[in-house]
């Protein structure tokens, strides 16, 4: 999550860049990205995000194929990732995600209502001769989140479950920390050699997913701690420090939020 909704057009204007991954697989955008895929149908685009970002994704899509976007898949159901549907909507594109998303989208004028969904754990989308594979492992960052796979790339597409070089976002609102934690080693179960994500950079490896791990880890056994040596509660996330992790972005803005959520999963048990 990165309150996309909540910053100007002109802010979010500004630094917006093509990233070209594979000759048919792109991202765009600035410190939030959305992801297009060309087929020989079509494009399919993953997250239009805001109506800005969705606008500049058009320009890039037409700048390197004239082919109609069939398909715009969303994430999950926060507003920030799929706000700016409207503009592909305009053309005709069939809106996917899956079953948990779709009954959990808080309504919003700006976000487009998926034309389908899917459910279960996975499911294999297949158009214009290419493929892409659907994967849900339960409700963690937001509800209905999904890790696309492309075969064809041995690549993976993490969506706000992992970004890299950053603590994590703020509170973890709408997050449930400890399922997420696991569905982290799921994901590194699945088979991939290149690793993709929405936040800060668009390309890295799996020594960024090992990252949000080892930064959960030891947060949770920090907390722990304190909570074993009797520390006050309302003390803990003022104590808590990881200097490991101190060249993380938003280390000292976010990381007592951090704490909180933890602590909150601790005291109340979600």
Not at 202 to 211: E, K, Q, V, Y
């Amino acid at each position: 999550m990165a309150l996309a909704g909540f910053w100007s057009a002109s802010a979010c204007a500004q630094g917006i860049k093509t990233i070209k991954a594979q000759d048919n697989l792109y991202f765009v955008g600035d410190r939030t990205f959305s992801c297009f895929y060309i087929t020989d149908k079509g494009v399919i685009v993953i997250d239009p995000l805001d109506s800005v970002r969705a606008a500049a994704t058009m320009k890039a899509i037409r700048k390197v194929t004239n082919k109609p976007v069939t398909h715009v898949f969303y994430s999950h159901n926060h507003w920030d990732h799929i706000s700016g549907g409207q503009i592909f909507k305009s053309q005709g594109a069939t809106f996917v995600s899956h079953i948990e998303a779709k009954n959990t989208i808080t309504p919003n004028p700006k976000v487009i209502t998926p034309d389908s969904s899917w459910s279960g754990e996975k499911t294999i989308f297949r158009s214009g001769g290419k493929v892409i594979e659907l994967y849900f492992f339960g409700r963690n960052h937001g509800d209905g989140m999904t890790v696309f796979r492309f075969p064809e790339h041995n690549a993976v597409f993490i969506i706000d479950l992992v970004v890299p070089d950053r603590v994590l976002y703020a509170y973890l609102p709408d997050a449930s920390p400890k399922d997420w934690l696991e569905d982290l080693k799921k994901i590194q179960q699945l088979e991939f050699d290149k690793v993709y994500m929405a936040h800060v950079r668009a390309i890295g490896n799996r020594s960024d997913i090992t990252l949000v791990q080892n930064y959960f880890d030891d947060l949770y056994a920090v907390v722990e701690k304190e909570l074993q040596n009797n520390t006050p509660f309302f003390d803990i996330p003022g104590k808590v420090k990881l200097p490991q992790y101190k060249h993380l972005k938003n280390y000292d803005e976010w990381l007592h939020m951090n704490v909180w959520r933890i602590l909150m999963e601790k005291s109340i048990g979600k």
